[in-house]
Nanobody, 125 residues
Framework: QVQLVESGGGSVQAGGSLRLSCAAS????????MGWFRQAPGKEREGVAA???????SYADSVKGRFTISQDNAKNTLYLEMNTLKPEDTAMYFCARGKTVYGSCRLNLADFGYWGQGTQVTVSS
């Protein structure tokens, strides 16, 4: 079965950096798009970044220039490099897998069918 396990969250001060990882298993990793979402308390889950199987990326405006999504197909692992973190980046971060083989994913919840349990990121001012 499909499993997605996030790691790398933690607490940092504003301006700091973190790298999140998402280890995937149970399917052919390179055939699906992947994404990162986040959800702060009392707010809806929102798309942060996505990457298609061909490497095409997309980002939320709020993280452009600060966050970088990447993947290592040999390791079945998705990454999110987060720099210049702000207090408003505080949230639970989730990785997700697209629904369709070789499909194109953008930052829409409906594009994704499998989710990890999340990793907490806390940024203090």
């Amino acid at each position: 079965q499909v499993q997605l396990v996030e790691s790398g969250g933690g607490s940092v001060q504003a301006g700091g950096s973190l790298r999140l990882s998402c280890a995937a298993s149970g399917y052919t990793y390179s055939s699906y798009c992947m994404g990162w979402f986040r959800q702060a308390p009392g707010k809806e889950r929102e798309g942060v970044a996505a990457i298609d199987s061909d490497g095409t990326t997309s980002y939320a405006d709020s993280v452009k220039g600060r966050f970088t999504i990447s993947q290592d197909n040999a390791k079945n692992t998705l990454y999110l490099e987060m720099n210049t973190l702000k207090p408003e980046d505080t949230a639970m971060y989730f990785c997700a897998r697209g629904k369709t083989v070789y499909g194109s994913c953008r930052l829409n919840l409906a594009d994704f069918g499998y989710w990890g349990q999340g990793t907490q990121v806390t940024v203090s001012s």
